[in-house]
């Protein structure tokens, strides 16, 4: 069955950045749209940035300029690169990757952002 690991959470300050990373198998990620979500306590869930198998790549308004998503075709990975983290941003972060019109969802990582 198809698996998407994500990693690359953890506690850090304002300011900070933190990249993670989601690797993905047993599905053909080269065609694969992968998004990236994130839930906060109390929020419903919401869309943070996608990229396609062509490499386009879409963000939350609210977000841009401090987000990037990008992806590894040959590592089977895509990424999102966090910089100037809020407190807002702390959320369980999830990917997801969508082929065939069936999306497939990851466990979801930990991103803790304070003082």
């Known amino acids: 069955q198809v698996q998407l690991v994500e990693s690359g959470g953890g506690l850090v300050q304002p300011g900070g950045s933190l990249r993670l990373s989601c690797a993905a198998s047993r599905i053909i990620f080269s065609r694969c749209t992968m998004d990236w979500y994130r839930q906060a306590p109390g929020k419903e869930r919401e869309l943070v940035a996608t990229?396609?198998?062509?490499?386009?790549?879409n963000y939350a308004d609210s977000l841009k300029g401090r987000f990037t998503i990008s992806r590894d075709n040959s590592q089977n990975t895509v990424f999102l690169q966090m910089n100037n983290l809020k407190p807002e941003d702390t959320a369980v972060y999830y990917c997801s990757a969508k082929i065939f019109a069936v999306q497939y969802w990851g466990q979801g990582t930990q991103v803790t952002v304070s003082s």
């Open positions: 990229i396609t198998s062509s490499g386009g790549t």
